[in-house]
């Protein structure tokens, strides 16, 4: 079992900054995939970022790129989601999300074992 706990959203103004961090305890946290969803109201998780277990490879939905950064620090157990250039449209809540994906299902809700609570983000105009 892998335990997620995110912390770090809040309230931002567009343009503002935030950093989102997921600290996992449990099963080896440098064996898994770590990723970001997120879910906005009325509307379905939609997949963010993701940093892959053995060799950092990052991937980014096109909205994000550009402006949030995912990383991990294996030593603590951490991964962050720095969040830059926010937009309104980033309102959701932010889930951190833990698993070892198939190439085909590294983007998607199915190819994670593992899940935080969520934070909140809200992005004020």
């Known amino acids: 079992q892998v335990q997620l706990v995110e912390s770090g959203g809040g309230l931002a103004q567009a343009g503002g900054s935030l950093r989102l961090s997921c600290a996992a305890s449990?099963?080896?946290?440098?064996?898994?995939?770590m990723a970001w969803f997120r879910q906005a109201p009325g509307k379905e998780r939609e997949f963010v970022a993701v940093?892959?277990?053995?060799?950092?490879?990052?991937y980014y939905v096109g909205s994000v790129k550009g402006r949030f950064i995912i990383s991990r620090d294996n030593a603590k157990n951490t991964v962050y989601l720095q969040m830059n250039s926010l937009k309104p449209e980033d309102t959701a809540v932010y889930y951190c999300?833990?698993?070892?994906?198939?190439?085909?299902?590294?983007?998607?809700?199915?190819?994670?074992?593992?899940w935080g609570q969520g934070t909140r983000v809200t992005v004020s105009s």
């Open positions: 449990g099963r080896t946290f440098s064996s898994y995939a």
């Open positions: 940093i892959m277990w053995s060799d950092d490879i990052t």
């Open positions: 999300a833990a698993g070892i994906p198939a190439t085909a299902s590294r983007l998607q809700v199915a190819g994670y074992d593992y």
